[in-house]
């Protein structure tokens, strides 16, 4: 068991035994037919997962920006529009990243915590002429899930390409690329994401599924201002994974091939609700310690929450307290810094892992000098739990 930390914090999440051991078996020629065979079986889980029967799947080496980027620059030529659709940090991201190619970028913020305004977005698209929107699935830093039966007819009717950021959503909450939102022709155009949170792989892999009319995009152009992102380069790859392009990760590959194993196991429905379950019963556990996230319920993640300390908590000692202990969150970004930690329940984490969590939360508050009813805390988290599985 290498495990030796809870590791709580929004990604990477904790890497269970089979996959460590996938990820330290022998390192094959990347052309060797049983590496090809379980690179073309990790690729077809992928299509699985997005439901992207007539898109295509890139599986490469990299991080959830490069996904980002690999998806912004294959569908949006500089001098188109972008908009970008905002729950928080990550939402903002894609901005500095689309100007870089010279795109025009417009954007819509929700207040932190909140919503967008989906009535806003339909009136911008409608007017504005974008050849793409992002959206950001979960913002990893609010603890917000974008509202994706509202929001992709109101991209959509505007034909813009709808692409979602997945990386802190994919294998936890649905992304259905066949589903469609009250037309056909409303469908998620592109869900890009990462290995390392829902999917419980290490960092590494940049994961991106485009459906036909994002790689009709690509197509209508003569190039990208990419080489590596450049997803004609990867199709005769992702196509027949025996050919080369550059060399893949092979044994992220096989760390991957595991994981998405492990996910189809689960099945994705059954995964989709636990998640759920967890986030509700993680957020209704932590409030009777007087600890509140900053999404409302309507609003709040299955994957991850941002919880604001209650009065005369100080941030650095108690996650620094908690660490002792071996659980590890992370802290919250921009205007929220100091005031309230994140915690993820994403992954394959279970009951056990956030019963023993609230024990240390309440463990930690009574050695800080507060209340803390940690029986209560983690009765109410089962509680919750099991109404919701
Ligand atoms: N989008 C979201 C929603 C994220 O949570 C993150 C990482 N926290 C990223 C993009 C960027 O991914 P990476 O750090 O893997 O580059």
Redesign the pocket.
């Known amino acids: 068991m290498p495990n030796q930390e809870l590791l709580l914090i929004?990604?990477p999440t904790p890497v269970l035994d089979d996959i460590y051991h996938a990820l330290a078996k022998e390192t094959m020629a990347h052309t060797d037919a049983r590496f090809v065979k379980i690179f073309k079986h990790s690729l077809e889980m992928t299509r699985q997962l997005f439901n992207n029967t007539d898109g295509e799947v890139f599986v490469v080496s990299g991080?959830?920006?490069?996904?980002?980027e690999i998806a912004i620059i294959n569908t949006v030529a500089p001098g188109e529009k972008l908009l970008v659709v905002s729950h928080g940090y990550?939402g903002d991201?894609f901005t500095p990243l689309a100007k870089a190619f010279g795109i025009q970028v417009d954007t819509i913020q929700a207040e932190w915590g909140k919503h967008v305004d989906v009535a806003e977005v339909e009136k911008k698209c409608t007017e504005g002429h974008y050849k793409a929107v992002t959206v950001?699935?979960?913002?990893?830093s609010t603890g917000v899930v974008a509202n994706l039966d509202e929001l992709v007819p109101a991209v959509k009717k505007s034909g813009a390409l709808f692409i979602l950021?997945g990386?802190?959503?994919s294998a936890a909450i649905e992304e259905d690329m066949q589903k469609e939102y009250g037309n056909p022709d409303y469908r998620i155009d592109v869900v890009l994401t990462?290995s390392?949170?829902a999917i419980g792989v290490p960092?590494g892999l940049a994961i991106v599924a485009f459906g036909p009319k994002a790689l009709a995009a690509r197509e209508s152009r003569e190039g990208v201002q990419g080489y590596y992102a450049d997803i004609k380069n990867w199709l005769p790859i992702m196509q027949n994974p025996g050919k080369y392009y550059a060399t893949p990760p092979v044994n992220m590959i096989y760390a991957f091939e595991k994981g998405m194993e492990i996910v189809m196991a689960e099945g994705l429905e059954t995964r989709y609700r636990r998640h759920a379950a967890l986030g509700k019963a993680v957020r209704a556990g932590l409030e009777v310690y007087g600890m509140k996230a900053i999404a409302s319920e309507e609003v709040a993640a299955p994957t991850l929450s941002c919880v604001l300390y209650p009065e005369g908590v100080n941030d650095a000692e108690f996650r620094s307290k908690l660490a002792s202990k071996g659980m590890i969150i992370a802290g919250s970004l921009a205007s929220l810094a100091g005031k309230a930690f994140r915690i993820g329940h994403l992954g394959n984490v279970t009951r056990a892992d956030f019963v023993k969590a609230l024990e240390l939360v309440g463990e930690t508050l009574k050695e800080m000098g507060k209340d803390a009813d940690t029986e209560g805390a983690i009765k109410e988290f089962i509680r919750v739990y099991e109404a919701n599985l």
Do not use: E, N, Y
């Open positions: 929004p990604g991080s959830g920006t490069l996904s980002m990550f991201r950001t699935h979960v913002d990893t950021d990386v802190c959503a990462g390392q949170k960092p």
